[in-house]
């Protein structure tokens, strides 16, 4: 009955071991990123740009204070605030009132994969005059990922070990003739 009752807690404790790893495995795909809209050309429009993963894509939201009602474009472009390809590579939907909101299909990882820049634009009128950026770039991306998947690695090794420990408490348990203990 005590061996029972161990290989049950053995089993309980693995089982939620792999819980705790799955859960930290899906909280680091889902997790946003923030990064800084600065001002250009003295416009006085500051802000952030957040990407958050969502079913295969990734959701731009900007937020920018100093803006007027708008609508004002907004785009990802190849390069960097400094030094940009014109031709934008994605539009997002246009701030207004200071905030857009637009699901794109890539990865937040492919667009650090190459320098890139999300640019606001003055208005449609003035697509050139560009008043606020962020730069798209490993550097100024945090390292999430990697410590969260040495933690899921952890959790998950050591689920594997309270497994294993209860298959062995159960063999052994299995293999005592009946009647003893």
């Avoid at 495995?25 to 429009?45: E, M, P, R």
């Avoid at 785009?75 to 207004?96: D, K, R």
């Avoid at 969260?148 to 063999?171: C, I, K, M």
């Amino acid at each position: 009955m005590l061996l029972q009752r161990q290989r049950q807690i053995a089993l309980g404790w693995a089982l939620v071991v792999a819980l705790l790893a799955a859960t930290t495995t899906i909280a680091a795909a889902q997790q946003a990123t923030t990064l800084q809209l600065v001002q250009q050309n003295n416009s006085g429009i500051s802000g952030t740009a957040t990407f958050t993963p969502s079913g295969g894509g990734l959701t731009v939201d900007l937020k920018v204070t100093g803006a007027g009602a708008g609508p004002q474009p907004a785009h990802i472009h190849e390069g960097t605030c400094t030094q940009l390809n014109p031709t934008p590579q994605f539009t997002l939907a246009p701030v207004t009132s200071g905030a857009s909101t637009t699901t794109l299909q890539t990865t937040l990882q492919s667009l650090a994969a190459t320098p890139h820049a999300i640019h606001m634009h003055k208005s449609a009128d003035e697509l050139s005059v560009y008043v606020a950026c962020a730069d798209i770039n490993p550097s100024t991306l945090p390292r999430t990922g990697e410590a969260d998947s040495a933690t899921g690695l952890l959790f998950g090794a050591v689920g594997l070990s309270l497994a294993g420990l209860g298959l062995l408490l159960r063999r052994r348990r299995s293999a005592k003739p009946l009647g003893t203990i």
